[in-house]
């Protein structure tokens, strides 16, 4: 009896001291396992007198119950001693303030385009979009520039295969809406998407740029319908004070061709550094559509005729908002972009 009793002692004592639930796992084996300090009391019953063994079996029973009894207690106090503490550094401080979340804004490009194309939409013309990667022929040959001609050159094209390339300009798209829609007229086409050239990076240069090319085809459609559109067009991007010049120039798929100037916003037409002095700004090329793309889209050029007209995204944004460098248009930069929350 004095041995359960020392035991029963040793045990309290040390399942009160446990500091973790794994401490507390290895006391229970000391004492209720099967090779465990109680089982070992059960072994020595054997060896007492008959008649002692049924009230030291007793004892060791009480023994047995009061040390499982006293593991459950000290688990509970050690469990609720863990739950504290992981309430302690998980706790939030309500009394901080809450985080701010940023909403984006549109990029400056997409409200450029998302401008062109209400201006568009509004006198009629349909939006019109293609893939990236188109074929040679509708690229180059169906805008009346053939594999040797000299133009070729100057588009510094990023070609995939022989046949395939990425396109260095969305004229690509209205070649295909004219052989699509041939022989029905009018056609009235805005076709906006990147463009891609092998052209060394610098402020005004960029091997990726946005278009928005115009197409225009029915009967006796003047130049003085091209200037009137685009005058329009000048105006609601830069000002009502806006003028615009044509100035002769060439390009293959449009006869006569010219380059669009308008007055400049930084003199109002006066001259300045940034117009070099002239008191105009290039914004675009365009043209009466030539007749050998007519032709090869399946139209009569005696029949109809149209104008066509190309314009820079990013050169109309530099231009509308003052921005000295079109990388900042691909580097990424949120204080560049947070710029122009006002605008939309």
Not at 75 to 86: F, S
Not at 200 to 222: C, K, N, W
Request: with cysteine.
């Amino acid at each position: 009896m004095e041995q359960i009793k020392t035991i029963q002692n040793e045990a309290f004592e040390s399942i009160a001291n446990a500091n973790s639930l794994s401490e507390l796992n290895e006391k229970r084996i000391k004492y209720l396992g099967k090779k465990g300090a109680i089982q070992a009391l059960m072994e020595e019953m054997k060896s007492l007198p008959k008649e002692e063994k049924p009230a030291f079996g007793a004892a060791v029973n009480v023994l047995k119950q009061e040390v499982g009894q006293a593991i459950e207690n000290r688990k509970a106090e050690l469990e609720q001693i863990e739950m504290d503490k992981k309430i302690e550094s998980e706790k939030i401080d309500i009394t901080l303030p809450g985080r701010s979340f940023q909403m984006g804004n549109k990029h400056p490009l997409r409200i450029v385009q998302e401008e062109l194309e209400d201006l568009f939409v509004g006198l009629g013309y349909q939006i019109i979009e293609g893939n990236d990667i188109v074929n040679d022929e509708y690229c180059f040959e169906r805008a009346n520039i053939p594999k040797d001609h000299p133009a070729r050159a100057m588009q510094d094209s990023l070609y995939i295969d022989p046949e395939w390339l990425l396109r260095t300009h969305t004229t690509a798209i209205q070649m295909a809406v004219l052989e699509e829609s041939a022989p029905l007229l009018p056609i009235k086409v805005v076709c906006p998407g990147k463009v891609y050239r092998r052209d060394d990076d610098d402020a005004t240069h960029s091997h990726q740029f946005m278009q928005m090319e115009g197409l225009v085809i029915g009967e006796r459609v003047t130049l003085s319908d091209l200037k009137g559109t685009l005058e329009f067009m000048a105006k609601k991007l830069f000002g009502e004070d806006k003028k615009i010049r044509f100035r002769p120039s060439y390009f293959p798929f449009t006869e006569p061709s010219v380059e669009v100037d308008v007055t400049c916003h930084i003199c109002g037409g006066k001259g300045c550094p940034t117009c070099k002095g002239t008191g105009w700004i290039e914004i675009l090329g365009a043209g009466e559509v030539h007749p050998n793309v007519l032709k090869m889209a399946g139209y009569d050029p005696n029949v109809c005729n149209g104008f066509a007209f190309g314009v820079g995204i990013e050169r109309v944004a530099m231009l509308k908002y003052g921005i000295d460098d079109i990388r900042h248009f691909y580097t990424n930069d949120q204080r560049f972009n947070d710029q122009f929350k006002r605008y939309e």
